[in-house]
């Protein structure tokens, strides 16, 4: 069967916004696996919220096999995986029946003795054939074996860097580029539904977005709500500004925690992680976590050894606290 290759990847996952790159990469596995290649071992990386989850199972819905068939998929999250003999009994035996796709989420997590079995099951050699054997608690010695003509396995995660770095090399990398403005406004209104906007109000939406799908996922989902409840669907700059109050949001998207730490390093000028964490109550790793990334994506702080505002920092720390 032949295939029109530039049609295909120009109209391929038409419900992912942006990431044309990805998508492009994404559509050539598909049609080599379609022609009766295997599927490579795929590793989706990307920051929290960025659509890593979603993208790798609208991919694999796309997925034929020479026969037809889609590969049914098991997903699991690392976390939940607390041993190999689990793995064996419970994931290993179904993915192996059913010649599945093995989706693992958050992969940084799984446990050293299993990354250990994947870091040989999937070294990059000719043989699609792998077995690696190991001493199951119950049974004694027993054999994974891994068939990569019928199985494929994807990995996702937000932090690759604490996957063992030989493991990592094994991937072919699926690597999410940061969204901009324009295409995190239609993800925005792909899902406000009926939600209507003056164009002021459209304009002022956009300096309450944070930099993510999944928080303008939920920025859109929060507008439909207070749409209910207010019995209106129109949204103008009036019911935006008693939404945005309501909602605790601020310019660039910012929380209530993040303007906090604005307003601690305005006051006081540069400071230690240790001081932030002290004066905002916050432990260190909430702040360096939760909170940081956006003051540091949003070009408002900078970090050289402590803390402190940029100029665009400190212009919003003028405009809100004094």
Known sequence: MRYNVAV????????????????????????????????????????????????????RETLVNKNGDTPPILEVNASAIRSVDSFYDQIYSKWHEHNATLFIDESHMLIDKLQAIFLTALEVKDDPVRRVTFEHKEMGQQEFVFDFRKMSIIFATTNQEKMEAPLVNRFEKIALQPYTEHELLQIFLKNIGDVRFSPESLTNILNVF????????????????????????????????????????????????????????????????????????????????DYEFMLLNKGLMDIDGKRRLTSRGMELYAASFK
């Open 8 to 59: 295909m990847i120009e109209n391929y996952l038409p419900d992912i916004i942006g990431q044309d790159s990805v998508k492009q990469k994404l559509a050539m596995y598909k049609l080599s696996y379609q022609g009766g290649d295997k599927l490579p071992f795929l590793l989706f990386t990307g920051s929290r919220g960025s659509g890593k989850s979603n993208l790798a199972r609208q991919f």
């Open 210 to 289: 944070r930099t993510c799908p999944r928080d303008v996922v939920k920025l859109a989902n929060n507008i439909v709500s207070f749409t209910k409840a207010i019995g209106n669907l129109f949204i103008n700059e009036e019911k935006l500004a008693r939404f945005c109050k309501m909602m605790g949001l601020y310019k660039y998207g910012l929380c209530e925690a993040e303007m906090q730490i604005i307003k601690l390093l305005g006051e006081r000028g540069a400071c230690s992680l240790n001081a932030i964490a002290a004066a905002t109550s916050f432990s260190k790793t909430v702040v360096q976590q």
